[in-house]
T-cell receptor, first 114, second 114 residues
């Protein structure tokens, strides 16, 4: 089945710097890749997603890139702020989207230091 | 903004007891999911539900688990005979459609089995 690997597991940056989190997936049929932000004690909140017919998507300070050939996708956060501190999860939807379940990476704990 | 709600927020139970976790998905959504997250680990898919039946389930979702949509608004996860290893955060999610569709997560129920 699908397997999603996520790196790094922890990331510490200074406020204003950029942060990059990378994920790889194993099932070439996967075609939907969301990113979730989880704050302490809360459920995952979708921050951005990308579908396999698109190579890049941007929403203000957040961008996601997808390389289908290499089977990896990345989250880029620019001009980081302390409130960006959270755990970020990437996910992939296997079986080419014929099933709805998401396979998650292990998460990246991002700390933004003021 | 519509959101997924879950009750209770915390549940403590004795090993072998039955628990029912409740969720109210977003009202116009048709697909419902349960995920779990053992402390410090990744979010894992349990089951998806559509049109009053299970669409897909993972290896974790064995015979001790069941799901139900008892009325037009609630979606429940029952664990018949809890085990210590069932201790985790359980998240409900819903989506309007299945294919490549955003899943919105609830805040979770933290289950502790003693």
């Amino acid at each position: 089945g699908e397997n999603v690997e996520q790196h790094p597991s922890t990331l510490s940056v200074q406020e204003g710097d950029s942060a990059v989190i990378k994920c790889t997936y194993s099932d070439s049929a996967s075609n939907y890749f969301p990113w979730y932000k989880q704050e302490l004690g809360k459920g995952p909140q979708l921050i951005i997603d990308i579908r396999s017919n698109v190579g890049e998507k941007k929403d203000q300070r957040i961008a996601v890139t997808l390389n289908k050939t290499a089977k990896h996708f990345s989250l880029h956060i620019t001009e980081t702020q302390p409130e960006d501190s959270a755990v970020y999860f990437c996910a992939a939807s296997p079986y080419g989207g014929s099933q709805g379940n998401l396979i998650f990476g292990k998460g990246t704990k991002l700390s933004v230091k003021p | 903004e519509p959101e997924v709600t879950q009750t209770p927020s915390h549940q403590v139970t004795q090993m072998g007891q039955e628990v029912i976790l409740r969720c109210v998905p977003i009202s116009n959504h048709l697909y419902f999911y349960w995920y779990r997250q053992i402390l410090g680990q990744k979010v894992e898919f349990l089951v998806s539900f559509y049109n009053n039946e299970i669409s897909e389930k993972s290896e974790i979702f064995d015979d001790q688990f069941s799901v139900e949509r008892p009325d037009g608004s609630n979606f429940t996860l029952k664990i018949r005979s809890t085990k210590l290893e069932d201790s985790a955060m359980y998240f409900c999610a819903s989506s309007e459609r299945r294919l490549q569709e955003t899943q919105y997560f609830g805040p979770g129920t933290r289950l502790l089995v003693l």
